[in-house]
């Protein structure tokens, strides 16, 4: 062989950076992504990000659920141009997904919800801010272009309810996203064996070495702006407030009723997160929800409850299209989309695999996790022989080993 055919063969050239980031150069996958945040971040923020409620069986739920789901493609269907656009809660969307609210993000990345906030608005989709973020409702409205909806926890003083709700819509929010789930704050052990305090780490001799062991973060930790709730303070709670103090506030007291004054305080698009139980979603919706997220709060709160997945076409038939269907829990893929879609649900909330590209790389990280999604989602739609997100149903999707979802779950399943 000779010396220019063996130059032919032999590339030592890298691959393209994404978003002009090495670090990024190489991920082809959410779990990529993943892989980099544990590098990188302490072992308690790990903790915070990962972990679930008490023993984290509904968080193991939620990941396995997926991959006892088959995929029943057709074939020789035209899928040359495969469309991803859609609508959700009057948002026109470029992809059927969109950013959920994370609690304290600026523990991943310093830039916190801005990063994510900008990542979305470039790809065209909706991102949701955390009533527990670290970044001003007007901050992040005022530094993103794209469309934003606003996460509210109900807490134990409504005048401070009242007050976000208002500060939201004043900043232009397009919808409000009420958490229902969250009336107590589960007991999450991984994080309490870590030691992590929210909003902002403890010092202790732990968190220190721990720290040290991870000297990017920690020098972003310690050069930035303190770590804060930061559209709580503004409204009378201490600047330093910790989570178990946000925890006692809430202390069980949500009712429907609080549902029926925040649908009256509120006048534009309605959603409410954490529903498992169709009666419950059915009762949403009467109360004025325009849309409801079917979501096991990401494994985080009451454990040993149903997959959110399994939980998804039980409410789509209850229903009956009386609203919005969306889905949230254990998204690490294009296919665990496509399968949410094809079940019944208008779109879907992206979190952990949001927060592994922030935390990874910032904006850059999760843009190329918006990416990844959008592009295993339109290959498996194409694969499936499916353009157009108006095609899919549960025809396509069947328990592995028995017979298709379709056919159990009927017509209430299709979108």
């Not at 002009?20 to 991920?27: K, N, P, T, W």
């Amino acid at each position: 062989m000779r010396l220019g055919e063996i130059r032919e063969l032999v590339r030592v050239a890298r691959p393209p950076a994404r978003y002009g980031d090495r670090r990024l150069a190489r991920v082809l996958s959410v779990d990529d992504l993943a892989r980099i945040a544990r590098r990188r971040l302490p072992k308690g923020v790990m903790g915070y990000l990962e972990g679930g409620g008490e023993g984290e069986v509904s968080l193991r739920r939620n990941l396995a659920a997926f991959d006892e789901i088959e995929l029943h493609p057709r074939v020789l269907r035209d899928v040359s141009k495969v469309d991803l656009e859609t609508t959700v809660l009057g948002t026109p969307m470029q992809l059927p997904f969109a950013l959920a609210p994370i609690g304290s993000p600026r523990l991943f990345h310093h830039e916190g919800e801005l990063a994510s906030a900008r990542a979305a608005a470039r790809a065209g989709v909706a991102f949701s801010l955390s009533s527990s973020g670290t970044v001003s409702i007007e901050r992040v409205a005022a530094e993103s272009e794209g469309p934003l909806w606003y996460q509210l926890y109900v807490w134990k003083d409504r005048k401070l309810c009242a007050e976000l709700v208002e500060r939201a819509r004043a900043s232009g929010y397009r919808a409000l996203v009420v958490t229902v789930d969250t009336t107590l704050r589960s007991k999450r052990e991984r994080e309490l064996r870590a030691g992590i305090t929210l909003p902002t780490p403890a010092l202790s001799l732990g968190s220190v070495l721990d720290g040290a062991l991870h000297p990017r973060w920690a020098w972003s930790f310690l050069t930035t702006d303190v770590i804060r709730f930061a559209n709580l303070a503004p409204l009378g709670s201490p600047p330093g407030a910790g989570m178990n103090a946000m925890a006692r506030s809430f202390e069980g007291l949500t009712t429907w009723d609080d549902l029926a004054w925040i649908r009256d305080a509120w006048k534009g698009p309605l959603a409410v997160k954490g529903i498992l139980a169709p009666e419950d979603a059915v009762r949403a919706a009467g109360i004025g929800a325009d849309a409801v997220v079917v979501s096991n709060h990401g494994g985080r709160q009451l454990d040993h409850v149903p997959a959110a997945i399994d939980a998804l076409p039980g409410v789509v038939d209850a229903l009956g299209g009386a609203a919005e269907v969306l889905f949230d829990g254990g998204i690490r893929r294009g296919t665990d989309i496509l399968t949410a879609l094809a079940l019944g649900a208008r779109a879907c909330l992206v979190g952990r695999a949001h927060v592994y590209g922030l935390a990874a790389a910032g904006e850059a990280g999760v843009s190329t996790a918006i990416e990844i999604l959008a592009g295993e989602l339109r290959t498996a739609m194409g694969l499936c022989g499916v353009a157009r997100l108006t095609d899919l149903d549960a025809s396509f999707v069947r328990r592995r080993g028995g017979c298709g979802t379709g056919g159990a779950l009927g017509e209430g399943a299709r979108r």
